[in-house]
């Protein structure tokens, strides 16, 4: 059994070394899996794996020293006597003994090099060879190809040798050397160190000057073009590591190329694969990060200097543009010897300038004109077929040859839009139709043709207010040009406005009342019967003004919704576009301005004061302390306001005459929005609205003023004439200052005030109608109201007492009192006294004399109280006196009134327009 | 700049350049303007330049951040700044819209003068009470700069194309101002008479500037440059 068994054992065959037998009670280790595998070299360290790209390498023990006691330096050697013989350290010297081993970066195996090996002599192309062999068809072929072991030399190369080439020679016909192009001036002086002549450049060209004609010279060197095709899929320019040459030399070989680039590039085109020797070993990274064959990757360690960066503004774009021929001197004489060349700019890379200028463009002139030329083309006529004219016709045909007839010749540019739409077969675009009567109804548009000869009769009847009935906007006379207008109006806007358009959408009850408005208009109501739909709450003149307004609004949004609704869509999403951020005060008109400047009226005139907010830093740097530390504003203070407001409606025209500098002064003050509104002048009660007539009616009036202005002043009193230094000009000329009277409509602000501001005043009027002494005086002005037949001087802020009636409007009615003297004291600006005339207790009427006493005790009252107000303005008031009085002597107005109103008129000194805007 | 170690400038390529006096060199470039520059002033502590443009801008740029946007912009001019000028807590700004502006930081006010002719050149006067003002219509105006008054009207020299300046002497005593006659005009503050026309070139003269405590006055004209000082003055 022991036999067989022994010869079992030697019949098997056992591959790889056996199991370690296992120890009872051990476990069976589990094999470790591949990825914890570790390589080890020959001494048992850890072989590590660096830069796998790369192909780094581990040095010393974990990248540091030798071993891991540390690095032990070699002791010292003086070198005194082997300084001689004392050789540079290469790179071998600090390489570990297993990288010259056979598999290391640096094996130091005896090979034979490339210059003595074949091919053959690759060990496993030769075994695949010899494989090959015995499978080839013919075996022992291969052998043969030993036989003939290629040389380096190309069969090309060979043969230009033996046609007499020599390397470094170029190819191609022997050559006469041409004459040097160009010789040294001798005048010139070289400065600095003279290169030898070997070095100088072109010496070859330079150094024999001695040229024997009959000497010819092979033709230098061409720099092949190197046309290698890139068959990989590397970025350009890439190179993969040659080991060969990235280990035996690839500083040297960057050193050598940075001059000499070009011939080696040549040799090894040519297949002289010189194997140089003496090059050093480069390997030139320096540390860790740095891949062992980088190519110069210099001072990673170096430390960031702020001297490495520029902290000026050096030559900055010379060639961008902004030099031009008018470039600062340097860059002028800079770029000047470079080339004598016209071109400015940089050329190109790879670009040379042409050293000859291409021959000049030949510019032909355009012919010369016939003496009798006239730039004019005038077309023939066109004959339609079928024409009369047939001789004409004939006569054309024959000199043209054709005859463009028939609308199928006509041109395209002869056809309208309906013609061409009609000869492609196209159906109609469903809009609107072109005439806003097409929509009318018959009975809509009799009337219209009714309102039309009416206002041409009175166009023939009237020849002054022509242009007024022209315009819808200017009726010819106050009041029936209003209903005119009115008339005209429910005609156009019977089925205007449709309801997807909102003109009010901003304030919701306004634009109900719209809605209603316009529905009614639909029905076919009178306006002036639907100021139900109106704000109870509102006052008279406010009703009168929306119904304005919305008519406008009617007219005005119809057309455009109409022929466009075709077309656009609506927005689906509504953007804060009708909010423009405005600032909140505004440098006013220059108009004021500059005849103040005219004056020299320098100072309160002229001048603007507003609320500036500089900014943090800026404070800061001016060492400054911040002005307003809480607000976030920088600059002016701004305020949103309605892009589309109702001022944007009013299509008044603007004045054009001059305005008095009385009621314009000081606005931006009243201006600011954010002052507070203790009273206004649209403060009435309820009573006294009632009593009031119209208002609305004003306004028509004092539209209609720009008429009247070209009327002769016939219906203006005396006293009138006198006040009113618009019809006067020599009064003008001698108080121009106070007695401007403001023309035309009053002003954009006033009606600023009463719309922005309606809601404010509303909550104060209450307050303010407790102290006011109004109700004796209602009832005159209620008679005197009734008599007014003439155009409203509203703002015009007349001489006090000069006109009765006629100079009295739906403003002047309104209460002025004490409730404006409180305004005046309390938050009135200092009024230059020049103006303080322009007042607004105008419309005082001698009727009212007895209660104009009456409030002047109340107002001495009040002068007590407030002393020490009024004797700031001391000085203004002074003069405001006098110029009163002169004012008085011109309007001639009873002077009992005047002098007492005087002095009220000095305790207030405000311009109607400031007292409006409150 | 106060420290005479900076420079800044403005020109046509609508950016302010800060340079550095001893390196000459360009230090930053201020770029936001969208028109020319016209003119461009320090505050007193170098901290802050405040250039005004053709733009009807006036920027104000901080020189110790790197920010490249200006502090503020003072956008109040309808039309071009042709000068400003710029006191402890001041910015005086003459703009072609004929206003001389004038921004107070420490009270956090504009004060807006209208004038009407189109500003070339303000000048603060040296007690820093009063403005001076020259505008195209050939006359100057000295303002009061708290109330806006007029205190004084000077004319008889000729400016109605150029963008001349105006300066006060180094004591308030007379005021100056630039031609295009070729003379520099002085007037005597109070009196508003003519005190002395300097023929300084053919042409306008372009540019002047009065030394802050010396009677000296530098004239630019047609390329030069030359400086007047008073008679007695010896040269070393």
């Known amino acids: 059994a022991a036999e067989s068994s022994d010869s079992e054992e030697e019949d098997l065959v056992s591959y790889g070394s056996a199991l370690q037998p296992l120890q009872e009670g051990e476990r069976i280790k589990k094999p470790v899996p591949l990825q914890e595998q570790t390589v080890k070299d020959a001494k048992g360290r850890y072989q590590r794996f660096h830069g796998a790209f790369t192909g780094g390498f581990s040095a010393g023990y974990f990248n540091t020293v030798g071993t891991k006691e540390g690095w032990t330096p070699s002791a010292f050697v003086s070198s005194r006597q082997k300084r001689a013989d004392r050789t540079t350290l290469g790179p071998e010297d600090f390489m570990d003994e297993e990288d010259l081993s056979e598999f290391g970066i640096a094996p130091k195996d005896i090979t034979t090099t490339d210059d003595f090996a074949s091919k053959a002599k690759d060990r496993i192309k030769e075994k695949a060879r010899q494989i090959a062999g015995v499978v080839a068809p013919i075996p022992g072929t291969t052998a043969f190809d030993d036989l003939i072991g290629p040389s380096k030399i190309t069969v090309g190369v060979e043969l230009l040798r033996k046609m007499g080439w020599k390397e470094g020679q170029g190819i191609g016909p022997r050559v006469k050397r041409k004459p040097c192009r160009q010789k040294p001036d001798p005048t010139v002086k070289i400065y600095g160190c003279a290169l030898p002549p070997g070095l100088s450049e072109g010496s070859e060209d330079e150094e024999d000057e001695y040229q024997p004609e009959n000497v010819t010279f092979a033709p230098k060197d061409v720099m092949p073009v190197d046309l290698t095709p890139k068959e990989n899929v590397h970025g350009l320019g890439y190179k993969g590591l040659d080991p060969s040459q990235a280990l035996f030399g690839a500083s040297g070989r960057e050193h050598l190329n940075l001059f000499t680039a070009g011939s080696e590039e040549t040799s090894n085109l040519l297949g002289d694969l010189r194997h140089s020797k003496g090059r050093k070993l480069g390997i030139t990274g320096q540390a860790f990060g740095v891949g062992a064959l980088e190519e110069e990757d210099d001072d990673i360690y170096a430390t960031d200097t702020l001297s490495k960066y520029d902290t000026v503004l050096k030559d900055e774009e010379p060639g961008d543009g902004l030099y031009g021929w008018t470039a600062p001197k340097q860059y002028k004489s800079k770029r000047r010897p470079e080339r004598e060349f016209k071109y400015i700019g940089k050329i190109l890379a790879g670009f040379s300038l042409a050293s000859k200028s291409s021959a000049p463009i030949k510019i032909y002139p355009p012919p010369s004109l016939p003496r009798n030329y006239r730039p004019f083309h005038y077309f023939r006529p066109v004959i339609i077929a079928g024409n009369e004219n047939c001789h004409l016709q004939k006569a054309l045909e024959e000199s043209t040859g054709k005859l463009e007839s028939g609308p199928a010749h006509q041109s395209r540019h002869g056809l309208n839009a309906a013609q061409r739409r009609e000869q492609l077969g196209e159906t109609e675009l469903k809009g609107p139709a072109p005439s806003i009567l097409e929509y009318l109804c018959e009975k809509d548009r009799e009337r219209l043709k009714e309102v039309k000869q009416a206002s041409e009769q009175q166009m023939k009847a009237k020849p002054v207010s022509q242009q007024s009935s022209n315009s819808i906007l200017q009726p010819a006379s106050p009041e029936d040009a209003a209903l005119k207008w009115r008339r005209l109006l429910e005609g156009q806007l019977a089925n205007a406005g449709s309801s997807d358009f909102k003109p009010f959408a901003k304030n919701p009850e306004k634009q109900k009342r719209y809605e209603n408005f316009v529905k009614s208009l639909k029905q076919g109501e009178k306006v002036d019967t639907m100021e139900r739909f109106l704000d109870p709450n509102m006052t008279e003149w406010e009703r009168g003004r929306e119904q304005e307004e919305f008519c406008r609004a009617a007219m005005f949004y119809r057309s455009s919704n109409s022929t466009l609704s075709s077309r656009f869509t609506r927005a689906k999403y509504e953007d804060d576009v009708d909010k423009v951020e405005v600032p909140r005060d505004q440098e006013n008109d220059i108009d004021d301005k500059e005849t103040a400047v005219k004056m020299k009226m320098f100072g309160k005139l002229t001048r603007d004061t507003f609320e500036w907010h500089p900014d943090k830093l800026l404070c800061k740097r001016f060492n400054v302390r911040d002005p307003y530390p809480d607000s976030s504003i920088v600059g002016l203070p701004k305020v949103k306001r309605d892009k589309y407001s109702v001022f944007n409606f009013l299509t008044v025209p603007e004045p054009t005459t001059s305005v008095t500098q009385a009621t314009k002064e000081k606005i931006q003050e009243s201006n600011s929005l954010n002052k507070p509104k203790k009273s206004s002048r649209w403060d009435v009660s309820d009573k006294e609205k009632e009593k009031k007539d119209s208002i609305s009616e004003f306004i028509s009036l004092a539209r209609s003023k720009a008429d009247t202005q070209k009327q002769p002043p016939a219906p203006a009193t005396e006293e009138r004439g006198a006040g009113t230094t618009e019809t006067v000009p020599t009064v003008v000329a001698d108080e121009d200052k106070n007695q401007e009277e403001e023309s035309g409509r009053p002003p954009m602000d006033l009606f600023k005030a009463i719309f922005v501001s309606s809601s404010d005043e509303k909550s104060s009027s209450s307050e303010e109608e407790s102290d006011e002494e109004q109700q004796p005086t209602t009832s005159e002005r209620q008679s005197e109201t009734t008599k007014q037949v003439d155009i409203p001087d509203s703002s015009s802020s007349n001489l006090q007492e000069t006109a009765t009636a006629a100079t009295d409007s739906g403003i002047s009615s309104l209460p002025t009192s004490k409730q404006e003297l409180d305004a005046a004291e309390e938050f009135g600006p200092k009024l230059p006294p020049a103006f303080s005339s322009g007042r607004f207790c105008k419309h005082l009427d001698r009727k009212e004399k007895h209660r104009k006493i009456r409030e002047r005790h109340k107002t001495k009252k009040e002068r007590k109280r407030k002393k020490e107000k009024k004797k700031k303005h001391k000085k203004q008031k002074n003069k405001g006196k006098h110029k009163n009085k002169k004012s008085e002597k011109d309007s001639s107005s009873d002077t009992t009134d005047s002098s007492d109103s005087l002095s009220d008129m000095d305790t207030t000194g405000l311009s109607p327009k400031e007292l409006l805007r409150r | ?236």
Request: with cysteine.
């Open chain 2, 1 to 236: 700049s106060f420290d005479n170690s900076q420079i800044c400038s403005g020109g046509a390529d609508k950016a302010v350049a800060l340079w550095d006096v001893t390196t000459g060199q360009v230090v930053r470039k201020y770029r936001g303007h969208a028109g020319k520059v016209n003119c461009v002033q320090f505050n007193e502590e170098a901290t802050v330049i405040v250039s005004g443009s053709i733009d009807s801008t006036v920027r104000c740029w901080d020189c110790r951040s790197r920010r490249p946007d200006p502090v503020q912009v003072l956008d109040e001019a309808k039309d071009g700044i042709s000068s400003v000028k710029l006191s402890a807590h001041e910015i005086l700004t003459g703009s072609v819209d004929g206003r001389v502006r004038r921004y107070d930081l420490r009270s956090g006010q504009l004060f807006s003068d209208y004038i009407g002719s189109p500003i070339t050149s303000v000048c603060f006067s040296k007690d820093g009470q009063c403005v001076l003002a020259a505008s195209l219509d050939s006359t100057l105006r000295l303002l009061d700069k708290d109330t806006g008054e007029l205190l004084g009207e000077y004319t008889g020299h000729r400016s109605t194309t150029y963008r001349l300046d105006c300066v006060l002497n180094e004591q308030d005593t007379h005021v100056g101002c630039a031609s295009e006659d070729g003379h520099v005009y002085f007037w005597d503050l109070l009196e508003g008479s003519l005190a002395l026309s300097l023929p300084v070139g053919q042409g306008v003269v372009q540019s002047l500037a009065f030394h802050p405590r010396l009677p000296c006055l530098l004239v630019a004209t047609q390329g030069q440059v030359t400086l007047w000082r008073e008679d007695t003055f010896q040269p070393e």
